[in-house]
């Protein structure tokens, strides 16, 4: 769990490691085809590489809905990516920034403790 700045009350919970395919989904979501008359052209769209990072690494997390219930994320994909784009834009922010911080983290664990061998990065 990874507590959001709002004293201790609101956590998320966030991948350690992605897939292949999850780690290729957020790359694939920073770019957009954009069509004009004669060619197709692609585009970075920072701000859909930004949610899709979001959706893939967000598990789960506390956050309240209007009523005061905690938003469940857990059901569907449809369900996490609406919850997310109803977000307030602070608390997107600080969700993004949460996750920023996290992916951080874990990369700088791995650089430190990086005795592993080949064989074991192959695991499944």
Do not use: C
């Not at 977000?87 to 996290?102: F, G, N, Q």
Request: proline share 4%; aromatic share 6%; net charge negative.
């Amino acid at each position: 769990k990874l507590p959001l700045d709002t004293g201790g009350q609101f956590w998320i919970l966030g991948r350690n490691e992605l897939s292949h395919e999850e780690q290729r989904s957020i790359s694939i979501g920073a770019f957009r085809r954009v069509y004009r008359e004669t060619e197709t052209l692609v585009e970075m769209d920072p701000k859909a590489g930004a949610d899709q990072k979001v959706l893939t690494y967000l598990v789960d997390w506390n956050v309240p809905g209007k009523d005061g219930k905690t938003i469940d994320i857990t059901g569907s994909v449809q369900a996490k990516r609406d919850a997310i784009k109803n977000l307030l834009p602070e608390a997107y922010a600080e969700i993004e920034a949460r996750i920023d911080k996290h992916v951080d983290d874990e990369a700088k664990k791995k650089t430190a403790t990086s005795g592993a061998t080949p064989s074991s990065a192959m695991s499944v």
